[in-house]
């Protein structure tokens, strides 16, 4: 079946530090990835998508490459900010299957200043 | 705001009371979903109701009872509650599943606590 697994958290950073947050999955079809935020008191938010290999999803100066070859869609961004604190979630969508959205169990971020 | 609005935010129920959770989207959107987020655990999704009609129910307990009216809202009934049942319950909608990207937009959740 179709699974997402991202690393543990949380992940504790000083500000304009680097981030990387591992996310690799399982799918039988080919499926679109996905990251998803969470804010404090607020409900989850896309953050960036792919829909196919190769293609890089990117927002708010975060970026995500689909590789099948190693099936994984980590997250990175060059400089972390305080505001980027929140609860970041991989997900997939295997359209060909008609699943709805798969979720890792999401990796908590906290930068500091 | 996302256009997805989620009532309440906050609810403590005993185990022998009956509530429901509401929610309501102004995206035009025609699937709506009921997912389940407790700590260290993955979302769980629970319900999908495609044009009305429940296309998903992950072997969800029956004391959790969804109810889609119209594409617009989407309810949660809840009796008979377990301790292990307290979360943050979000509500989400897409366009129809089968038409679907992938991208859901979400409510801001309701905070439940069994007693």
């Known amino acids: 079946g179709n699974s997402v697994t991202q690393m543990e958290g949380p992940v504790t950073l000083s500000e304009e530090a680097f981030l990387t947050i591992n996310c690799t999955y399982t799918?039988?079809?080919?499926?679109?990835l996905f990251w998803y935020v969470q804010y404090p008191g607020e409900g989850l938010q896309l953050l960036l998508k792919?829909?196919?290999?190769?293609d890089k999803g990117s927002n708010k100066g975060f970026e995500a490459t689909y590789r099948k070859e190693t099936t994984s869609f980590h997250l990175e961004k060059g400089s972390v900010q305080v505001s980027d604190s929140a609860v970041y979630f991989c997900?997939?969508?295997?359209?060909?299957?008609?699943?709805?959205?798969?979720f890792g169990k999401g990796t908590t971020l906290s930068v500091s200043s | 705001e996302t256009g997805v609005t989620q009532t309440p935010r906050h609810l403590v129920m005993g185990m022998t009371n009956k509530k429901s959770l509401k929610c309501e989207q102004h995206?035009?959107?025609?699937?709506m979903y009921w997912y389940k987020q407790s700590a260290k655990k993955p979302l769980e999704l629970m319900f999908v109701?495609?044009?009305?009609?429940?296309?998903e129910n992950n072997s969800v307990p029956s004391r959790f009872s969804p109810e889609c009216p119209n594409s617009s809202h989407l309810f949660l009934h809840l009796h008979t509650l377990q301790p292990e049942d307290s979360a943050l319950y979000l509500c989400?909608?897409?366009?129809?599943?089968?038409?679907?990207?992938?991208?859901?937009?979400f409510g801001e959740g309701s905070r439940l606590t069994v007693l």
């Open positions: 989400a909608s897409s366009q129809a599943q089968n038409a679907n990207t992938g991208e859901l937009f």
């Open positions: 799918a039988t079809g080919y499926p679109s």
């Open positions: 792919a829909t196919k290999a190769d």
């Open positions: 997900a997939l969508s295997d359209r060909q299957a008609g699943t709805a959205l798969i």
């Open positions: 995206l035009g959107h025609n699937a």
């Open positions: 109701y495609n044009f009305k009609e429940q296309t």
